[in-house]
Structures are given as C-alpha cells and as structure tokens.
C-alpha cells in the first residue's frame, strides 16, 4: 500500500458545472463537467504547499477510464462509477440528472471512485489512470490507441461460456452466487428503503399542518392561546426536521448502491474466469479431436464416424501421400495446440491466482465498508429518535401549559 | 371543592370560585343560594325534585364520599383519562356504564344493544343499582327528550349512527366497541351535569325495563307538535334575533364559528398523520426482514445486519403503539368536538329563536297600543324564557370551555407523550445495537 498512489497525492472532484457543447453527431447539448484538483502530498511535508493541478473531465470519460480499466485488468474487481441515471428513488427527490442534489452526489460518487482507484495496489500504477487525472486534451486518443476495445470480450461470448463450461473453479462458482445475491438483495432494500423515507416524509410533513392550524385556533383562545401558538411553531420545526434527515439518508443509500454495483465487477471476474475456462475446454477438446484425427490416419482405423471418413470411403482412398500430408499438417497443428493449450494453462491458474487475490482484498474492504455504514445508519436513526424526543418535549410542555 | 380539572357543577356559591360563576351570579339576580338550580327548577316544573335538589345543594358538604368503582370491564386508564378528580371529597352520586354489546336477530331487523347499569345512592332512584339494556335508538330518544326539554344546554354529543370515513363495517367489533365508549361517555357527561343530571327522562332511560320505557316513549310531545314549534321558531328567528342579539352571544357565535372550522381541519390532519403512520408502519414490515435475509448470505457482517434488522422490528412495533394511542384518544376527541361544535351552533339559534318569539311579540304590541295590558303578561313571561335560556346557555357554555380546554389539554399532552416513547423505544434498542456493533469480534 505504500506504493498507492492515493498516499502520494490528493485527489478531489471539487466542483461541478453546467457546460452546452457540441457532441460527435454536432448536435447541441447540455452535461455536466467536473473538476479534478490534484497536489502532491510530498512536499507538503516539508512546509510549503505544492501547486494544485486541476483538469474538468465529463462522466463520459469516466465511463471510458473504467471500460479501459476492466477489460485491461480482467483479475481485478474494478471500482464501479456512481449511477448514470437516479434510481431508486422516492417521490421527493428529482430523478432529473440535472438536479443539484443529484449532481452533488455524484461529484461525491466520482471522488470516491478516483480515491478507491488510487487506493488499489494494481490500479494506481497504470499510466492511462494518471494522464486522465493530469493530462486534459488528448487523453481520449491515448486510451484508444492503446486498442483495449479490441481486447474486450464479446458479452455473447461470455454468455455462451456460462452455459457450457463444464469444470470451473469451484470458488468462482461460489462467488458467482453471492454476486447475484448481494445485487438482488441490495436493490430490494434499496427500494423498500425508498418507500420508507417516503412514507416517512408524509408523516412529518403532516405534522407541519398542526402548526398552521393551532395558531389560527390560538386567536379566539385567552387561555390557551400561548399553548397553542407555541405547540404550533414546535410542530413547525418537527416538520422541517425531516429534510435533513432524509438527506444524511441518501448518502447512507449511496454507500449501499455502491456495493451494488461493486456486485456486478465481481460477476465480471467471474465471467471472465469462466470465459478462460471455457476456451481451455475448447481447445483441449480441440486438440483430443484432432490428436485422434492424426492416430486414424496413421493406423487406418476410423474409430470415429467423421465426414471425411465416409466421403473417403464411399469416393475411395486417399493416396499414402495425400494422407501423409495430412499427417503433417495435423502434427502441427497438434504442437501448436499443445503450446497452446500449456500457455492457456498457465493463463488459467495466473488468473485464478491473482483474481483471488483481489477478491479476498475486496472482501475485506466490503465487510470494513458495509459494517461502517450500517453503524453509521445505526448513529443516525438515534440522530433522529433525539431530535423528535427534543421536539415532543417541548410540546408537551406547551400543551400542558394550555 | 372545586375539581381543578373538570368542572362537575356550578360550586357552592357560599365557596364559589372559578370561572363564570360571577357572571351568572349576577346575571341570573335571583340571589338566593340556590340561584340558577331553581330556577331551572321552576321552568322544568321539577316539582317533585324541588326538595331534594335544595337537599342537594345544601347537604353537599355532609354528602358521602362514594368511591365506587364500577365493577365491569371498563379499563381503568380510560377511565382515568376521562374523568380526573382532584383528591377530595366526591360530589359523585351516579356511576353509569356501558358494556357488553350483543347481537339481536328478529324477523325484521338486526340490532346491537348495550348493558347499562347505574349505581347510586341519590334517594329519589328506588334502587342503588340498576341494569337495564339499551339499544342505539334509545339513546337517541334520550337525546332529543333533553335538547326540548333544556333547549339552550350544551347536550353531549351521540357516535354517529353510521361512520363513512372509517369503512368500518356497520357491525365489525372496531365499530361496536368505539361505538360502546362513545355511548359511556355520553351518559357519563350527562350524569356529570348539574341541571342535566335530575332530568326526568334520562332517570327512566337509565332505571326502566324495557317495555317501560316504549310506553313512556309513546306518551311524550308528537313528533307534529315538535315540527310545528320548530317552523314557528325559524320564522321569528330570522327576522329579530341577531339585531336584539347580546353582545355576549354574537362573540359566542363567532368564536364558534372559527372553533369549528378550526377543529374540522384537525381532525382531518389527525386522521391524515394516522393513514401515514399505517402506511409507514406497512413498509417498515418489510424493511427489517431484508436485513435479515442479506445476513445469511454474509459472515462478518452478518450480526451487524441483524442487529439493525431487530432495531427496525423495534421500530415498527413502537409505531404500532403510537398509532394505537392516536386511534384511542386523540381521533375519538377531536370528533366529539366536531360535534360539539354542530351541537353549540345548534343552541346558539335555538337561544336566538327564543329571543326571536319575544322580540316578534313586543313588536307586535308596538303597533296596537290598546291591548297591551293583555299581553304584558305573555311578555313578561317571554321574557322571563328568554333570561332564563340566556342565563343557562351562558352557565353551560363556561363549563362546556373549561372542559374543552381541559380535554384538548390532557388530550395533546397524551399525544406529545405517545411520541416520546416512541422515540425512546427506538433509541434504546439502537444504542444496544451499536454497543455490540463496536466491539472487536
């Protein structure tokens, strides 16, 4: 962790900003750009301030930097980005993503995913990962030249290994389990977590109406006036309470939709273990076929029914010479296959090796992360429990006073 | 004594203290101890009570303390909540209650009547307890025979006959039992009314057995004389009521008019916090559950999910309780003042009514000066009616603000202490929860 990037250097997203521009197909249109401020943590040491650089990146190229990162470090269970679009959200908030509240989270979102990129012991080291936060033009062209796209699995291929794999690692089989499950699990709480704030919302604010109405009531009352007044402007604040509330809520929300996503980079792992699997399968299927091939030709036996075999048959032999050739040709094609197939190997279990690394790293930074938010969940709900008890109490004295 | 809380009668003047009593003392002018109870008595033709009505008011101080509690299921805290004595001696001579509902299929109809039984030790009851069972119609009867014969009391209000907001079913238990307590109430108010309290008709609903009470039913004023008073009454209401109308009263028939804008909408938003505490309530149901169901997928952190699954489940059964408190106290009081406030409106005319039969008499006479020592007579006694309603409504009304104003007291307080210890419940569980939380595993 020394090496970490994240320890040399400070990184914010410290400002977002509403630009107009022309996009690829010349057509106006409206995003938002965010500004990335960076210092050397060095020097600081020694007294004296280092310069900020600063660049403004737009959440496109953030998309960009992380298809880069994913398919160039397959092993590695890459941080994921904030939401593109609000989901899960409950009837107060906008789903609008040119909201300010939604834009203040997501600079939040996109901090935390430079921080966490800095923080990982592979990541941080890339080159294309420290130009995207020092070098404003030019960047797009640096990623693409380096020609990942090609590299990236097809998702109908990666699809096609899922179902036919036959001997993957148990493990990952295993993980591949508990990547639906926290995906599923996390969006079902999410979405009852929405309801509840709403419902929540409509019970506070109700309140609110107490107080207009006491204080109408209060000005035909000589006694009770003053109770009721100042219940009424105690039933104000209870009302009120509940937007702050709600809001240290959603950061609470955007903790958990970060493992969500952090759901589906695992899966990723996983599917790649399985797409590597997959293709050993095949070649060494490929290579067991063809290693008969050669033995049939050799022996003259056909031990298998083959096309080949039957058209041979039926339109006569084949020369020894022609067969010899293919002899040849097959022997080749049977040491290239096994080089192959041992460098496949090799492949395989250097995957297996390091991915688990990563893996058990990201477990124990997910049991650190969820076990701090639900504490810290815990701390708010008793935030709120002593901002009612406060309010309640002074309504009670109120009421009694009436 | 004086109850520091609920006025149960006008005090001894002798002792009095409080509010109102001045006013009508003075007002009423009648000077005697007895002041307003005999004049009532007058009007009435209470004959029969006149002597133990003096028995009564002169006696109070030697009266027994009864502290009978009546031995049916009615909880004690809500009784409690309805009635608060201050310690002393009780000026209690009548306990009535209303339990025990059944179910009764005829031919024709289907109707639920209710066991009332009275305990007292007043002299003129030929027995110190009684049971009886009464049906809703009765209690209706009840009613009306009191709003003829005291035209400007404040009569407590009876549960409507059908509830529509709620979707109660018209014989679900809900409906029955916050029917039954309503029911309770109302004759206890009664009971609990100084002038109220001796009336004829309410001593037979409480005393006579059922076909007692049909035939005596049948005997009272028809239902056309009542309608015929009644056109009378609106024609010369009005024309000169409001002009002639006391000062006094015009203030009443504003300050009603904003009380009862004013607690309509409460209890709307009453009923509105409570539909969102139930909805709030049906999403936290599901909410603690899936903390759960995530932790049997985890290992580390599988306690610190259940523990917040258990502090949500803690939660929800608080909520439960607060909306139970909301349904039992707040939501029945702000409807009977609802209704109280139709019933207030209603004496208010009626008062302005018996003004207006004066007022349209002496107009009368205005233009035929012959007659007039015919009349003066009929004036005078018009007259007469008309302090008599004035002084009363205005007696009932000061008790009927001081109990308000004690109900909505207590009433609110109630609610402001139900939501404390909903967020206590809360919180204590929670600072539970964190405390293992944050020990080293």
Known sequence: ?402 | MEAEGRLLGPPLPAGGEGPGIESHLSEGALGTARGPLLAAAEVLALDDEEDDLEVFSKDTSLAEVNSFSPSVPISPSSMINQYKFEDGPELRDLFITVDDPESHITAIETFITYRVVTKTTRGEFDSSEYEVRRRYQDFLWLKSRLEEAHPTLIIPPLPEKFIMKGMVERFSDEFIETRRKALHKFLNRIADHPTLTFNEDFKIFLTAQAWELSSHKKQGPGLLSRMGQTVRAVASSVRGAVKNRPEMFTEMHNYMETFSQKINLLDKIAHRIYKEERDYFNEMKEYGPIHTLWSASEEDIADSLKGIASCIDRCCRATEKRMAGLSEHLLPILHEYVLYSEILMGVLKRRDQIQGELDSKVDALANKKTEKDQFSEEIGRLEDKVEHANNALKADWDRWKQNMQWDMRSTFTNVAENNLRYYEESQTRLHFQILLQKMPS
């Open chain 1, 1 to 402: 962790m020394e090496d970490c990037l994240a320890k040399k250097m400070e990184i914010t997203v410290s400002e977002a900003e509403k630009r107009t521009g022309r996009n690829a197909m010349n057509i106006q249109e409206t995003y938002t750009a965010y500004l990335i401020e960076t210092r050397a943590v060095e020097s600081q040491i020694e007294g004296q301030c280092a310069p900020v650089e600063s660049l403004w990146r737009r959440y496109s190229e953030f998309e960009l930097l992380r298809n880069y990162l994913s398919v160039t470090y397959p092993h590695i269970v890459v941080p994921p980005l904030p939401e593109k679009r609000a989901d899960f959200v409950w009837h107060k908030l906008s789903a609008d993503n040119m909201d300010p509240d939604f834009v203040e989270r997501r600079r939040i979102g996109l901090e935390n995913f430079l921080l966490r990129v800095a923080s990982h012991p592979v990541l941080c080291q890339d080159k294309i990962f420290y130009a995207f936060l020092m070098k404003e033009g030019g960047w797009k062209e640096m990623v693409n030249e380096t020609g990942f796209q090609l590299k990236a699995d097809s998702r109908l291929k990666a699809l096609n290994a899922t179902f036919r794999v036959k001997n993957p690692d148990k493990r990952f089989t295993e993980l591949k389990h508990y990547s639906d499950e926290l995906q599923s699990v996390i969006s079902h709480l999410l979405r009852v977590r929405a309801r509840v704030a709403d419902r929540l919302y409509g019970v506070y604010k109700v309140h609110g109406n107490y107080g207009r109405v006491f204080s109408e009531w209060s000005a035909i009352e000589k006694e009770m006036g003053d109770g009721l007044q100042s219940a009424g402007h105690h039933m104000d604040v209870y009302a009120a309470s509940i937007d702050d509330i709600l809001e240290e809520e959603e950061h609470y929300a955007d903790q958990l939709k970060e493992y969500l996503f952090y759901a589906e980079a695992l899966r990723a792992v996983c599917r790649k273990h399985e797409l590597m699997q997959y293709d050993l399968e095949m070649a060494a299927q490929d290579l067991t076929s063809k290693k008969q091939q050669c033995e049939e030709l050799a022996t003259g036996t056909v031990r298998t029914f083959s096309l080949k075999g039957m058209t041979s048959k039926l339109f006569g032999q084949e020369t020894p010479e022609q067969r010899e050739a293919k002899i040849k040709v097959l022997e080749e094609q049977i040491r290239e296959g096994e080089e192959q197939l041992k460098s496949k190997n090799l492949e395989g279990r250097d995957f297996v090796k390091s991915a688990w690394a990563d893996i058990e790293r990201f477990k124990e930074q997910k049991n650190h992360d969820l076990k701090e938010a639900l504490i810290s969940y815990a701390v708010m709900q008793i935030s709120m429990c002593k901002k009612g008890i406060q309010v309640w109490t002074n309504a009670k004295e109120c009421f009694s006073k009436m």
